[in-house]
C-alpha cells in the first residue's frame, strides 16, 4: 500500500522560512515522479512544482519561482520543499504526489496524472 506522509507545516510570518518533507512508501522511491501541489480556501488544487525521476530536471509555478526549491532523496524515500520569502498568499494545505513513470526525464504538472497523494500539510504565513 502505497503512504506518503507530509510533515513542517505550520504557522509563520511573511518572510520566514519552512521545510516540508514528504515520506513515501513507494518502492522503488527513484522510479516515482513526485509533485508539491497546494489548495487554499475556496480556490482550486494548483501546482507548486515537480521533479521528475532525474532530480535535475524541475519545474515550479510563476508564483514560487526563486523562493521555493524541491528535492529528493531517492536513498531516503523522501521528497522535500524548501520554502523561503514566503508571503500571506503562499497559506494554504500543501500536498504531496506521486506517480510511476518509465522515464526518467519527465514531470507532471495536471494533478489528474498522479495516483498516490499525501493528506497534506497546512501552511499559514501571516503578515
Known amino acids: 500500500q502505497v503512504q506518503l506522509v507530509e510533515s513542517g507545516g505550520g504557522l509563520v510570518q511573511a518572510g520566514d522560512s519552512l521545510r516540508l518533507s514528504c515520506a513515501a512508501s513507494?518502492?522503488?522511491?527513484?522510479?516515482?515522479?513526485m509533485g508539491w501541489f497546494r489548495q487554499a480556501p475556496g480556490k482550486e488544487r494548483e501546482i507548486v512544482t515537480a521533479?521528475?525521476?532525474?532530480?535535475?530536471?524541475?519545474y515550479y509555478a510563476d508564483s514560487v519561482k526563486g523562493r521555493f526549491t524541491i528535492s529528493r532523496d531517492n536513498d531516503k524515500n523522501t521528497l522535500y520543499l524548501q520554502m523561503n520569502s514566503l508571503k500571506p498568499e503562499d497559506t494554504a494545505v500543501y500536498y504531496c504526489?506521486?506517480?510511476?513513470?518509465?522515464?526518467?526525464?519527465?514531470?507532471?504538472?495536471?494533478?489528474?496524472?498522479?495516483?498516490?497523494w499525501g493528506r497534506g500539510a497546512q501552511v499559514t504565513v501571516s503578515s
Open positions: 513507494v518502492h522503488p522511491f527513484a522510479v516515482y515522479v
Open positions: 521533479i521528475s525521476r532525474n532530480p535535475l530536471i524541475t
Open positions: 504526489a506521486a506517480q510511476w513513470s518509465a522515464l526518467k526525464y519527465i514531470y507532471y504538472t495536471d494533478p489528474r496524472n498522479y495516483n498516490y
